[in-house]
């Protein structure tokens, strides 16, 4: 008898299980055309997709919508286009037009020596026809020397995302904002990629805990970071998403010919977004596969309580549902509702004009006095806003300093952020003239005629608001002929605005690198400009009475005037150095190519960290090439490493730029280029300091105009500095 009983449980459980597997087979068959094969392994295919193997009718006439399915594993795999291009495809939702495939990462290692190539492995993707989602993927890049690229196959773009760290105590688990990983969207348009992974230093200050640079592109919510991965990254390949389309035509196009338009009936068409060619969906109200006649089907709302929002009885028809009102009620009109959900309550006729007009002067009195208090209570708010920003920024700090008797202190303006706005034309991008790091500079006109450059920061750190405020008032009493002059600010918005004098003549970085330009830079030129700025990092150092460090020195951030006078410019990075220090533990900050590497391993700021930076601007001055550069070789990528790499082959003149070559004043050039040298130096503290750099460029520049008109000696009238207090 027991056994009689566990037989019929089983037989019910089969017939159980039979049913459910006869539901999902006959589930997915409902997506595919009738006798098509309809799944391969785990994946349903749905039409207009179909399998190389099946009958031409199963899939459109396109290699993208053919799919090969590898029988000879188990279970199946299914790949896009042909096995070879190991693309492996792992869900096809029609109602979403997408894609979701397996590709690998790529990846660049390397070891003691070096670049390790056979550890290395390199990634791309060409596609047919379908673009990679803009909307569904990242690209991202992990390591803590790594700059990788998102390079489009056909050229019309590339773009990328550096991740740099010194010490694995820096990076911290789930975080991807550029601190040993970082991430970027994707541009639309796409039809394949190639990624390009590139290091600065080989990985030789990280490699004990990161000898690869690793880079992919991803579906949004695939990858997590760990800081397990520098070491190892926990897998080869990734999930990403492709858009998918029919044709090449849009809509209205499509439509004109009957026989080859394949949105069917309870459909509607849309334009592919990403690509080209249109997309079917079914109506609301229908699901279904919208490319099978008669595939987009009713939903049943009344089927299911989630979907219908009626009370009573429910009513199913054709796309919606209806529910019948109860008594003393009438449909207003619109499907769907019930018992008060659709229905509303029959008036009484002869008082419904008295009604109506009661509520709507009700109604406007009310809107009239909402409106009136809303406008009283935005402008109140925006004050009480200015303030708490005027606080929290440090303004009433700022506020005091003012109050002392330093006339060059007083000179400094605090700007409404009213005056700010009409000068810029409420920041228009037209009056945008530079991005940086730090901040975006406009160019505005204020009232009196003084045309201004006006740098809107980025979001100051709460915790360094005294410092903030010191340094804005000692650069308020530089007044050196050679610094861009500070003329006030702004501390009523949520970031503060910085007003400076407006410089017309371009960067430094422009006049040498713009072929135009680079060849009106005569060698006394270019020798006077590298005295003034050396000048400047001297007297910051050295001749204020709390030294700065300006942490970006670049010829991006030398202005030149009309007169080719140099102007040292973004102090946004700068730091204060107590008397008390000579060096300060910093997160590391600058510009690739400048940074000095002593700096980058250890995170100790020193001012010879500005003399590394100095350096290499100079050498720029010499050779005409820039900083950093992934368009040059390996070996040249570097210009500090390919400089000292060059004296010590005794290679000087063939890097130096032709126009300084034909001057003929090679004497001086090995002047320049042995204390260039020596300002690159890897070691800190055997670097000269910038006193000693400016001393030794202005002797120079004096044996060039031998008749005494050096414009690096700057009248005493001209330069206010802050003595220092014994």
């Given at each position: ?15 159980l ?27 349903s ?20 919508f ?34 979701q ?12 020596s ?13 596609l ?94 695939f ?53 080209s ?7 609301k ?186 340094e ?11 610094v ?19 410089i ?20 006394e ?25 300006h ?7 030398i ?54 930076s ?37 290679k ?13 004043i090679?004497?001086q ?23 000693e ?34």
């Open positions: 008898m027991v056994i009689h009983k566990l037989l019929l449980k089983v037989v019910v459980l089969g017939a299980l039979g049913s459910y597997h006869n539901h999902i087979t006959e589930a997915a068959a409902s997506m595919t055309k009738p006798g098509c094969r309809s799944a391969c392994g785990a994946l295919i749905p039409y207009p997709f179909g399998m190389r193997d099946s009958s031409s009718d199963c899939h459109i006439n396109h290699p993208s053919i799919i090969d399915c590898d029988n000879s594993t188990d279970p199946p795999i299914p790949y896009m286009h042909k096995r070879s291009s190991e693309i492996e495809i792992f869900d096809i939702p029609v109602e979403n037009h997408e894609m495939v397996q590709f690998s990462s790529g990846r660049e290692c390397y070891n003691s070096g670049h390790n190539g056979t550890s290395s492995k390199y990634s791309g993707l060409s047919l026809d379908f673009p990679v989602s803009n909307t569904k993927n990242k690209f991202i890049a992990i390591g803590c020397d790594t700059s990788a690229s998102f390079l489009d196959l056909d050229g019309k773009f590339s773009f990328g995302c550096m991740s740099l760290c010194s010490n694995i105590s820096d990076v911290s688990n789930g975080s991807c904002a550029g601190i040993g990983c970082c991430e970027t969207s994707i541009p639309r348009g796409s039809f394949g990629y190639r990624i390009s992974i590139r290091s600065f230093y080989n990985h030789r200050y990280v490699l004990d805990f990161n000898p690869c640079s690793y880079a992919f592109v991803t579906k949004d919510g990858y997590n970071f760990s800081v397990g991965d520098l070491n190892q990254l926990q897998f080869n390949q990734s999930t990403l998403v492709l858009d998918w389309a029919i044709g090449n035509q849009t809509c209205e196009d499509a439509k004109q010919d009957s026989t080859s338009y394949m949105c069917t009936n309870n459909t509607i068409c849309t334009n592919a977004e990403n690509g060619g249109y997309k079917c969906n079914c109506k109200g229908y699901r279904g596969n919208p490319y099978l006649v008669n595939g987009c089907q009713d939903i049943d709302e009344c089927a299911d309580p989630k979907l219908n929002q009626c009370v009573g009885k429910c009513h199913n028809i054709k796309g919606n549902y209806t529910c019948p009102c109860p008594k003393g009620y009438h449909d207003d009109g619109k499907k769907g509702g019930g018992d008060g959900q659709g229905c509303i309550a029959n008036p009484n006729s002869s008082h419904l004009m008295e009604i109506l007009v009661g509520v709507a002067g009700a109604i406007i009195t009310l809107l009239f006095n909402i409106g009136f208090l809303y406008l009283g209570h935005k402008k109140m708010k925006l004050i009480r806003l200015k303030e708490q920003y005027f606080k929290q920024i440090g303004g009433l700090l700022l506020q005091q300093q003012l109050g002392g008797s330093d006339r060059t202190t007083k000179a400094m303006k605090i700007f409404s952020a009213e005056e700010l706005e009409k000068a810029t034309n409420n920041y228009n991008e037209s009056r945008i003239v530079g991005r940086g790091g730090y901040g975006i500079v406009y160019k505005g006109s204020l009232p009196n005629g003084v045309v201004v450059a006006i740098k809107k920061s980025k979001l100051v750190d709460r915790n360094q608001i005294e410092q903030f405020i010191n804005v008032i000692v650069l308020s009493q530089i007044n050196h002929r050679n861009v002059r500070f003329l006030g600010c702004c501390l009523e918005t949520e970031v503060p605005l910085l007003v400076y004098e407006f017309n003549n371009g960067t430094l970085f422009d006049h040498i690198h713009n072929p135009n330009k680079s060849s009106k830079l005569s060698w030129t270019r020798l006077r400009i590298a005295s003034e700025t050396a000048g400047v990092l001297s007297y910051l150092h050295s001749a204020a009475s709390i030294p700065i460090i942490r970006d020195v670049k010829s991006a951030n202005l030149l005037d009309a007169n080719y006078i140099a102007k040292v410019s973004d102090f946004g990075a700068s730091r204060l150095v107590p008397l008390d220090q000579t060096q300060l533990f910093t997160m590391v900050q600058g510009t690739w190519g400048y940074l000095d590497p002593e700096y980058l391993h250890t995170s100790q700021l020193t001012e010879k960290s500005d003399v590394y100095f350096g290499v601007m100079l050498v720029e001055l010499l050779t005409g090439k820039k900083a950093l550069s992934f368009d040059r070789s390996e070996e040249e990528r570097s210009l500090a490493m390919y400089f000292l790499s060059s004296l010590e082959n005794d000087l003149f063939q890097i130096v730029e032709d126009v300084i070559v034909d001057e003929g090679n004497e050039v090995r002047e320049v280029t042995n204390l260039a040298k020596g300002c690159l130096t890897i070691k800190g503290d055997e670097r000269p300091t910038m006193k750099v400016a001393i030794e460029l202005e002797g120079l520049g004096a044996m060039t105009n031998p008749t005494g008109d050096c414009r690096t000696n700057v009248n005493q009238e001209e330069l206010v500095h802050l003595s220092r207090e014994d």
